[in-house]
């Protein structure tokens, strides 16, 4: 295998990347390339479960991004971290296994893009989990991901959260990726025996030990080479260094909803006027890439309780030295789940034909958390428990955009959340959901008071404006490159090859016809898998 040559050559070892690495190379037949941005994933903090909060600023593992002031968030800049590791942002998510609606893929489908349906990508999601709830015609056994079901080990405060919900009409749903994703219910995670499983785990460290596959770290690709209409070859950046590799076959682009887009944009795919005003050469003009943005936006309510919970045990240094040594010893305790432990779907009106909001149960709260901190290190002094919300559908779309030919420059992120009359009115019935809950009779005897967004807002003015100020992305950016038969109103093609080229894909979150309802990393993943097959498909 060239140093310099490769069969395949991968941008990026996120949550598509790894996968396609992994079955790229299995057969034996074809040599594979990764090119990541980022460092290992060897990392104490990434492979615990719970570290997520020391690795939401750490700009050795996440690009932290910053979106623009935005009007629909009250002029807030909102952070977007991202991870820059192996594994991508599989390595500082917050683990929740949800693949999205049935219905979202059959839209996928029916948009143009045959292959995509539920019925098509169901059991590829069976191959990929190791579902420690077992098998049965909706969940997968044995695959690479394992997914830990966290029933037995949810803070005792969770069973009230469940109560409170089937006492709203909700029912009790044991496998939001089952048969309905309507209900309430405690959330799945990627874990295994207490680590973190990301895609790095589960299927990139597994491929690096084959002989035709060579990851190259701290490697920034800067842009795409051409011959013509395709596509031979990437350059990047390594060690202050530019360097060029080759590929015999295929250039595969996994860089996310960020950077899959900003990469084609440098390499002068992109909106002619914006590309050419910054000085770079345009090799095809497709307005559609960095357009059409999606994303989830959330916001928590949360109460001061009458009983213990996280708060007391891992704010105080005791309580951290304790949960870090049952961690240490015994791989469980808090330390080795996410901080959502319960959650559900639910609909803002029953005429809708399915769940348009997402719920999340946490059971400590970070009224005052600290300057510069991801909350979750910062549990408040009191015992408190938050119920937050994101919308599944939300109709505002942003766009990201290069601001120079600069790769090393962040992108301009214009998340333009809350931009339509119809985002703003389900959010407004979702928040009002939410005050039922401590009306319930499993709720209200453990609350002592509100302590955000506080009694006192309550019509919908000050309601729409609390939301406004204190909602934020809950980190599922897709759609920027978008997929669909149409080049003028898509990006890739249903096979996944960017429009007007040959020998170059993307295969990421980025391709996303629309945002799936719940949490992305899951159907990231299946785009990885999927889009292995159907390049494996055309090698034939």
Known sequence: ?????????IVGAGSAGCVLAERLSASGRYSVLVLEAGGSDRRFFVQMPLGYGKTFFDPRLNWNYRAEP?????????????????????????MVWIRGNP?????????????????????????IEDNEAGADEWRGRGGPVHVTDLTRMVHPLTRAYLAAGQELGLPLNPDFNGPHQEGIGIYQITTRAGRRMSTSRAFLRPAMMRRNVRVETNALATRILFDGSRAIGVEYLKNGKKHEVRAGREIIISGGAVNSPQLLQLSGIGPADHLRALGIELRHDNANVGRNLQDHQGI???????????????????????????????????????????GGFFRTDPALPRPNMQLYFQAFSTVLPRPGERPILSPDPWPGFSIGLSNCRPTSRGEIMIRSSDP?????????????????????????????????????????????????????????????????????????????PDPAASVVSPRLKVHGFDGLRVVDASIFPSVVAGNTNAASIMTGWKGAELILEDQR
């Not at 985002?423 to 302590?451: G, P, Q, S, W």
């Open 1 to 9: 295998m060239s140093d310099r040559t490769y069969d395949f050559v």
């Open 300 to 342: 928590n309510y949360t109460w001061k309780a009458r009983q213990a919970t996280l708060n007391q045990l891992l704010r105080p240094w005791w309580g951290k030295v304790l949960a870090g040594s049952r961690y240490l010893l015994l791989r469980d305790g808090p330390l080795s789940m996410s901080m959502n432990q319960g």
């Open 408 to 484: 090393l420059e962040h992108p301009k992120i214009v998340a333009n959340a809350f931009s339509t009359g119809h985002d703003v009115a389900e959010m407004l019935a979702a928040v009002k959901f939410l005050r039922h809950f401590a009306e319930t009779r499993a709720m209200r005897d453990l609350i002592v008071e509100e302590m955000l967004p506080g009694v006192s807002i309550h019509d919908d003015e000050p309601l729409i404006d609390d939301f406004r100020r204190r909602s934020g992305t809950v980190y599922h950016p897709v759609s920027t490159c978008r997929m669909g």
């Open 70 to 94: 935005d009007r629909g968030l009250a002029g807030n800049a909102d952070h977007w971290p991202r991870g820059k590791l192996l594994g991508g942002s599989s390595s500082i998510n917050a």
């Open 103 to 127: 219905a979202d893929f059959d839209e996928w489908r029916d948009a143009g893009n045959p292959g995509w349906g539920y019925r098509d990508v169901l059991p590829i999601f069976r191959k």
